[in-house]
Nanobody
């Protein structure tokens, strides 16, 4: 399984970024997918989940600002991040669990700063 994340960068407070994750090596359409993030000095935490059926769930800190979506034809996971705050600064990872194992992308850095 390979998960390739992209789309990170620098944004100003109040700005937007869109992350993308391309998946291979698993049946993407039937797999729940997640975004996690890890800020400097903090533990990795769940940001958003989207099930194979399209149901979504978000961390309280991002509700109303972030939107997770998926394109099963292109085998891609997305995270649209709006109204960014400095506290959103972190390395963002896409994640899938399959066959009793966790699979992680390489991470993409998001920096929110004026």
């Amino acid at each position: 399984v390979q998960l390739q994340a992209s789309g990170g960068g620098v944004a100003q407070p109040g700005g937007s970024l869109r992350l993308s994750c391309e998946a291979s090596g698993l049946t993407f359409s039937t797999n729940d997918m997640d975004w996690y993030r890890q800020a400097p000095g903090k533990e990795r935490g769940l940001v958003a989940t989207i099930t194979s059926g399209g149901s979504t769930n978000y961390a309280d800190s991002v509700k109303g600002r972030f939107t997770v979506s998926r394109d099963s034809v292109r085998r891609r996971l997305f995270l649209q991040m709006n109204s960014l705050k400095p506290d959103d600064t972190a390395v963002y990872y896409c994640h899938a669990a399959r066959w009793g194992r966790d699979f992680w992308g390489q991470g993409t850095l998001v920096t929110v700063s004026s």
